[in-house]
């Protein structure tokens, strides 16, 4: 699949909750979620398809309930994401695929 290949280029990065997270949109039309201690992957999601699809921006969702991407083609998606829950999922170091 070559989701978490180090070969498939990031192109949005970004911390959230105090530095706990790590969140990349990658070119193949994924983003991951990882700990900021060691970069160790806790969450890899395919967002948008992989022509088109590549990860310009994800968001949390100001109650942090809805995580937000958007892709190279201008396509939004919401996922139900609750960021509280996975920081403690982070926290007890239960990897999420």
């Not at 959230?16 to 997270?21: A, I, K, V």
């Amino acid at each position: 699949m070559g989701i978490t290949s180090p070969q498939v280029p990031a192109r949005s990065i970004r911390f959230f909750d105090g530095y706990t997270l790590f969140v990349a949109g990658l070119d193949d039309g994924t983003f991951l979620i990882k700990r900021k201690e060691n970069f160790e992957p806790h969450l890899i999601k395919l967002a948008h398809d992989r022509d088109n699809g590549t990860v310009r921006k994800v968001e949390f969702s100001h109650d942090n309930l809805m995580c937000l991407t958007c892709s190279e083609d201008g396509t939004i998606n919401s996922y139900l994401m609750d960021l509280m829950s996975l920081k403690a999922a982070v926290n007890e170091q239960e990897f999420v695929i």
